[in-house]
């Protein structure tokens, strides 16, 4: 292998080994082997194009387009000319993906699904850091600044990891650059010339140590001394220093809020950046319909997500482990069985335009039926779809508790647990004093929390002289708090954060919802949720009860019936299933006239479809194809992981067969097909043989080998089968010294050792006897020798020759000098050096 070869191949090694630490932050993590695919076309682009040869700059320009096609056919074919050429609208979708990505990774915490635009982001970074590494250590051979984006892909990753086995990351990246560096000095060391062998020295014998053959020892293993040296300087002296806090051994980004296994994790986030967009909108566009059969449809809230953490700045949502949907969601925390509640079913249709990760539900939801990649987060009883999935066009069903406590029930809550309560009730150190005193004199006089939410909610929504206005300044902070509280004035993100804080300074546990209001009722039965139905409310803790809703918005929404002065008569009927109606179909009316544009309408995205009941779904059947596929899959998985015993199989079976056929008789003849049959035994006489071949006879009578191909064959099967249990092959001894070698360290012993310098006289009578005489019985002697091998050794060697026999390299290696001579084909023809010289030393002739 030539010496860019080698560094080429280095230079992938380096950069797969350092995109290692990306595995962690993304499952599952097949997007590696796209990159590996990817970046071994782009590594093996510039290994030609350096062939010819290209220039520098050319060679990078053309890895780095065939890196542009090869990342389109992946991610944009269906927008690419010919599947192949990106055009404009190629680029387009790339810049769609592109920012799709950049919010996945926003919204997700490690491991984060394998969605397009993520998988773009990783590819194209290895993809980039690639073509940067190879420009660097084998276009213009410098392997040292290569560690640049070596390091920047690692630093990358770390930041962004949960630092669980970063030191393991470490290590290998940094073994992938110091193997680099190490092919480079080989690279630069051969440039000289050949390198003698640095043996240990012999002080008896002078000049000992400089034999032609011997291995480089003096300069490469001093380098890898000093790499590996080097390596553990880097590794222990943080770990062991205390002022570099903790040293590579301790990850980055430690701490509450990243989970590992359990599916996943879902980031913080906050769904209320468009939500006063939405309240301001001119058009109140339908965005859900949906049917149920609850009694009274004022208390169903479509809650989306909930906002439990407060850091000053903003009210975001934990990051929370996520998991596979249940097929019943648990109980709720806190509920007590003293409380009543009644289960109702919804079910639900989303419009196509309503694309957004979180899945508006009743609460709490106790079942969900739903089609797509949809993961359930415990905490905040909430589904969020997962890959790319979005709630745009979806119908689904749910299942949910119609909660109705007491008033006598919540006043009389024991205190909530503690962890709990000290979760909930965090509020940031630059909270203003004001907020707590606020809520105190506003609260004062209250026997126990359910009077002081109370008094909150009314203070709010009647007596503190607020005023609901959608043109206010957001904000979720403390700032905007603050501001808040003394405008008095602005819209539900302000109320609800507001008496949530609040309520924490008073030592209830509380967070914020945010979804939609019940909607409005049509004339088929079914409740449409617009644009201006998003809402935020909070949710405050009771032992017993669990999170209650609450609502301060004056003039949105409805008060709760325990909330409430007086309690209306009445109650929830027993569970039913959604009455059908007359008309399945939604009304024929948007909800206002100007509702949708007419080229909207025109595309069918006006509204949603008619709500139907997914638990209703008829069996589709058998899975054939799935169950095809993964067959197939695994098949293939199993045919790949047996190709080593297959190719060996195929080899032994190719290698044996000419030998394999019992020898001729003594005597017999034969004549074959368009032959005379010979006569006499002298020299260039012929003797019968199997299938009617015909063989040169010797002088001596012997019969001469006709196949010498087929005897060292044979040979080769026998050392390869040594090889394949643990003798490795030695080239440089002759067939008797090798026979001797594997009889003594197979432990050959009786029939098999004959077997093994009977075959061994026979390949010396094919390379050194003037006239070669015939062998018999090879091909046995090769299957006795391989039994007395196998006898030799234990159990696991025999299976690992078995089924990852060493002797495959040589499949490697075949390729290997294929491509070599194909590409040797395609270089420009030089002269020697040594011919250029003459030339140039040549004299030209003087005209006279």
Known sequence: MSGRARLALCSYAATLMAAGALLPLVDPAGWMLQAAFLMALQSGVGALARRVPLAGALTIAVQALVSLLAITVVFVHDSAILWLLPGPEAFAQFGQLFGAGYDDVSRYAIPAPATDGIRLMLIGGVLVIGLAVDALAVTYRSAAPAGLPLLALYTVAAGLGDGGAGWLWFLLAASGYLLLLLAEGRDRLSAWGRVFGGAPPNRSRPGAGFEPGGAAHAPVRTGRRIGVVALGVALAVPAALPALDGGLFDGPGRGPGRGGGGGGTIAAVNP???????????????????????????????????????????????????????????????????????????????????????????????????????????????????????????????????????????????????????????????????????????????????????????????????????????????????????????????????????????????????????????????????????????????????????????????????????????????????????????????????????????????????????????????????????????????????LPLLWRISARTRRLSAMGQAPPEPGAKSTPKGSKRGAGKGPGAVDPTRDGALAPVGADGMTLVDDPAGTLAVWQEITDTAWDLGILPDESQTPRKTAARIVRLGKLTDDPAAAMHRTARAVEQVLYAPVPKAATGLADDAHLIRAGLRDGVNLRTRVRALLLPRSSVRVIWALSARWESLTTRWTPRRLPFDRWSALLRRPTRQRG
């Open 272 to 642: 209320l950046v468009s939500l006063q967009d939405s309240l301001n909108q001119p058009q109140d566009r339908e965005v859900l319909r949906y049917r149920t059969n609850a009694p009274d449809t004022q208390g169903m809230y479509l809650r989306i997500v909930a906002l439990d953490r407060f850091d000053g700045t903003a009210w975001r949502s934990s990051e929370r482990k996520v998991q596979g949907v249940p097929d019943r969601l648990p109980e709720p925390d806190g509920l007590s069985p003293a409380v009543g509640v009644t289960e109702v079913r919804t079910n639900l249709s989303s419009a196509g335009s309503y694309k957004q990760s979180w899945l508006p539900m009743p609460y709490p939801a106790t079942k969900v039926a739903i089609d797509g990649r949809w993961r359930y987060e415990p905490a905040g009883r909430t589904l969020v779809g997962d890959r790319g999935q979005t709630t745009g066009g979806v119908q689904y069903s749910v299942n949910s508790l119609v909660v109705r406590p007491t008033r006598e029930q919540l006043a009389q809550a024991m205190a909530p647990q503690s962890e709990l309560k000290r979760e909930y009730t965090q509020v940031p150190d630059i909270l203003p004093g004001s907020v707590k005193e606020t809520a105190l004199q506003v609260t004062k006089g209250s026997a126990n929390d359910f009077e002081r939410a109370t008094k909150l909610q009314e203070w709010f929504a009647e007596d503190g002289g607020f005023t609901y206005n959608t043109q206010a300044r957001s904000g979720t902070g403390v700032a905007a708090i603050s501001r808040f509280l003394k405008q008095k004035e602005g819209f539900c993100v302000h109320f609800s954060f507001s008496m949530a804080a609040m309520a924490r300074t008073l030592g209830i546990p509380a967070r914020v919802a945010v979804g939609f209001t019940p909607g409005s009722p049509q004339s088929d039965g079914t409740m449409s949720v617009g644009l201006r139905d998003a809402h935020a409310w909070p949710e405050l803790y009771f032992e017993g009860v669990g999170w209650t809703r609450f609502e301060p918005t004056p003039s949105r929404g409805s008060v709760p019936e325990y909330a409430q002065d007086e309690v209306p008569s009445g109650g929830a009927t027993d569970p039913a299933r959604p009455e059908t109606g007359a008309s399945a179909q939604p009304s024929t009316q948007p909800v206002a006239p100007d509702a949708c544009p007419e080229h909207e309408r025109r595309l069918g995205e006006c509204g949603a479809a008619a709500p139907r009941d997914i638990g209703q779904q008829t069996d589709e059947g058998f899975p054939w194809q799935t169950v095809l596929f993964t067959g197939l899959s695994v098949v293939a998985g199993l045919l790949l992981l047996l």
